[in-house]
């Protein structure tokens, strides 16, 4: 979604800001803006599309003299895509602008006030509203007029701020939008995102809410919303510069794809002690455990399967009930039924997702313990929660996640099997060998991305598809839900996944002569089940590739095979996928799709 960056210090700003846009580009956005803070004078471009033409436009910056500005990639939520409504925005006399992630939502009622008193808008955004209202609440004193104007706004709100009056000083705000502020040498930057940091410090300050900070070249205040000083805490980032480039791959996404056995590694091994699990100090103890009579999985996209990947095993070997939910369903669940004896675990790769950490307030608000499983540290969900434990995966880029993804499970996984031994579920010999199967996943993982080093020809089977579907049976259905998001969201080819013995009952209707479908058949004890699935679209006319261990029962049904390595089915599903990952891959680059940014989406969805 939106990303915001603002640089000041004793270089020219505008490259560190464009490089800075460069990097959340990841990010999903639909137009993007520039404004240097020249000594008092404001110079600003903005353009629909790509950060490259904002390069263009500035000579890569030279054009654009001042140490000190800010910059924006737009989602836009309010306004139509295009340059006036891009950010940042301007004052109607020109001394304010300002750059804003999220949503003012008493926006219609502050605007109707403004327009009464005669000023003129130039942007259907949401966002002119604050930069109007800073102008209006302005007589000489910068802060002063921040603290006036965030005291009248509701919603979300990342701002960042400079005045033509104040040159080489930027006002950060925070309030349900993730700001980090970073402190270099001589030089101090505010980011919406920590990648575009790191290339110029690492030493860190994760604003909390109804905070806002004053950024100099001397250095950062941190104020209340009411104007009073607060101490900060300084953190390091332990993220290096090479994990958010593409290292020569040709996209992020396979990069990522390959990256999956090493990033799932560093999610197990500090966890794995002497043959012991071990969340650290910080996690649920056994007794913790004890109390709870129900779990809860909640997440969005990618992740929500992740969950149901880790539903599954939970199930399996803790004998828990564990639902997953939605987070955009569960906020609005009226059932009553969490209360505290319900554990809430929330999973996110970005840990900003709205929906998921709207979700886990509710379900705190109605007694609930929740512990994240998130990979970006200190974000927002994170915070939020009573206990973390984080995916380690390094930075995610391609818009579509795998080894954030698979670091999910992995951790879902160890958690599974850490609580079925605290609550005395499985004995010691089965803990062992539970805890050595975890070890060697990474291993497996290789194993299979060797295996599918030939996978790129099979993409005519289904780069002119118009519809694939996607069948298997438990965790396999879980994987198939997976895969089938994969190819859609960077193929765009329409892609759907049922439970296999569930076609019948309406989808078969859908199977025509050589349509295409991938049946997922790792879980060995249901081969002969999905196998009889095949037969059934087949029969229909159905073109079947099955995805599964050679020699299992549906590989004599296929018409075309998809090797895994043969794995115990509570843990396939952390395997199972990365054939699927890497034929959508293929698939969307036959098609000449924009593999790490598809269209209209986001990587990290800060709306609800
Ligand atoms: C799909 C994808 C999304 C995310 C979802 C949740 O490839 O990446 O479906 O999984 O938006 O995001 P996080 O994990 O950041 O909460």
């Known amino acids: 979604m939106c990303g915001i960056i603002g640089y000041t210090g004793f270089e020219q700003a505008a490259p560190i800001i464009l490089d800075g846009l460069t990097k959340i580009e990841y990010r999903g956005y639909d137009s993007a803006g520039i404004a240097i803070n020249a000594n008092g004078k404001i110079n600003l471009v903005k353009t629909v599309g790509r950060v490259q033409a904002l ?5 890569d910056g030279k054009d654009m003299p001042g140490v000190c500005g800010i910059g924006h990639t737009r989602w836009g939520t309010h306004g139509a895509i295009s340059e006036r409504n891009a950010h940042p925005h301007m004052s109607q006399n020109g001394k304010f602008i300002l750059a804003h992630n999220g949503i003012v939502e008493n926006y219609t009622r502050l605007k109707a ?37 965030v005291a009248m706004l509701e919603g979300t709100f990342a701002l960042m701020i400079t005045c033509a009056d104040y040159p080489g000083t930027l006002y950060a ?16 930057l505010v980011a919406s995102d920590v990648t575009c940091l790191i290339s110029r410090t690492k030493n860190v300050i ?24 607060k101490e900060y805490e300084v953190k390091t980032v332990d993220w290096d510069i090479a994990s958010s480039e593409k290292g020569g791959y040709e996209h992020f996404m396979i990069k990522e794809i390959f990256e999956q056995p090493q990033a799932v590694r560093s999610a ?25 009579n129900r779990i809860i999985i909640t997440a969005c996209g990618s992740a929500y399967y992740a969950g149901l990947a880790g539903k599954f095993a939970i199930e399996k070997l803790c004998g828990i009930p564990v639902q997953t939910e939605l987070a955009s369903e569960l906020r609005y669940n009226e059932s009553g ?9 929330a999973v996110s790769q970005s840990g900003e997702t709205l929906d998921t950490l709207s979700a886990i307030k509710d379900c705190k608000a109605c007694g609930a ?27 995610e880029i391609a818009v579509a996640t795998t080894k954030g993804y698979s670091t999910q499970v992995a951790v879902l996984y160890l958690f599974a099997v850490y609580t079925a031994a605290a609550l005395g579920r499985i004995n010691s010999g089965e803990y062992t060998k539970l805890v050595s199967e975890i070890n060697a996943i990474p291993e497996k993982m290789e194993t299979c991305i060797e295996m599918n080093g030939g996978i790129e020809c099979m993409t005519p089977l289904f780069d002119k598809a118009e519809h694939v579907f996607f069948i298997g049976r438990n965790t396999d259905w879980a994987v198939a839900m997976e895969g089938a ?21 309406g989808t078969i209707s859908l199977i025509e002569e050589g349509t295409p479908v991938i049946a997922v058949c790792s879980n060995m004890r249901l081969q002969d089940k999905t196998a009889s699935n095949i037969i059934e679209v087949k029969a229909r006319g159905a073109e079947v590739t099955m995805v599964g261990p050679k020699g299992c029962e549906s590989e004599k049904q296929a018409n075309h095979c998809i090797y895994i390595p043969e794995m115990r089915d509570v843990f396939a599903e952390i395997v199972t996928v990365i054939p699927l990952q890497m034929l959508a891959y293929y698939v969307a680059k036959a098609r000449g799709c924009d593999i790490d940014k598809p269209r209209n989406l986001a990587k990290s969805v800060t709306v609800e």
């Open 55 to 59: 390069y263009d436009r500035t000579h």
């Open 113 to 149: 006030d403004l327009l009464a008193k005669g000023v003129v808008f130039k942007s259907d955004t949401d966002t002119e509203v604050v930069v109007q209202l800073l102008e209006a609440n302005y007589t000489g004193d910068f802060k002063e007029a921040v603290i006036k104007t």
């Open 369 to 395: 313990t929740v512990m994240s499983i998130v990979n970006v540290v200190e974000s927002s969900i994170a915070r939020a929660s009573d206990f973390v434990a984080y995916t380690y995966a390094g930075p």
């Open 206 to 229: 994760y604003m909390e809410d109804g905070e806002m900070a004053e950024i100099t070249t001397e250095g950062i205040k941190l104020f209340d919303f009411a104007g009073n000083p």
């Open 173 to 188: 705000v925070k309030q349900n939008a993730p700001v980090i502020l970073g402190l270099g040498e001589k030089e101090n």
């Open 337 to 345: 039924c969490i209360d505290e004896h319900t554990l809430v675990i």
């Open 485 to 505: 998001l994969k190819l859609k969201e960077i193929s765009y080819i329409h892609a759907e996944a049922y439970a296999a013995g569930e076609m019948k009952h």
């Open 268 to 292: 197990i091994s500090p966890r794995i002690k002497d043959g012991k699990i071990n969340f650290g100090e910080k996690s649920l103890t056994a007794e913790d455990l004890k109390k709870f």
